[in-house]
């Protein structure tokens, strides 16, 4: 049951940030500055190293908490760590922890690219 409950709870830490995450864009995009904008991405990134580390976590402890046989190719229950991986190669979240330690440490907002600048 503790490997459930550790799911559980990445999980449900992933959501509460990607919650935090919309609420930021949208106070970015009701007055949008440089700030407001830098503030949107660190939260951003953040709910995207939080998902992704509950999404690889739960994916590869099904295996551990399922036993040998959940291996077995006829059950496919590894495409769903496939599918989670194939998602978090995209936009890795190693980039988006370090811009967050740059964030929490001197205040250094993420980059941006030309179409997202305010």
């Known amino acids: ?6 799911i ?5 830490g992933a959501e509460a940030l990607l919650a935090e995450a919309a609420r930021t ?3 970015a995009n009701a007055d949008l500055t440089a700030h407001s904008a830098a ?3 660190v939260a951003v990134a953040a709910a995207r190293a939080a998902t992704t580390h509950a999404a690889l976590e739960a994916s590869s402890r099904l295996f ?4 040998t046989r959940s291996a077995a190719a006829g059950l496919g229950l590894d495409r769903h760590w496939r599918n989670a991986r194939t998602h978090t190669l ?3 979240a190693v980039w988006k922890i370090q811009h967050l330690g ?3 440490v001197d205040g250094t ?3 941006t690219t030309d179409r997202c600048k305010p």
């Open 1 to 6: 049951m503790r490997a459930f409950g550790e």
């Open 8 to 12: 559980e709870l990445a999980v449900r």
């Open 25 to 27: 864009i949208d106070r």
């Open 39 to 41: 503030a949107a991405s």
């Open 64 to 67: 551990e908490v399922a036993g």
């Open 90 to 92: 995209h936009d890795p």
């Open 102 to 104: 740059r964030w929490a």
């Open 109 to 111: 907002p993420p980059p």
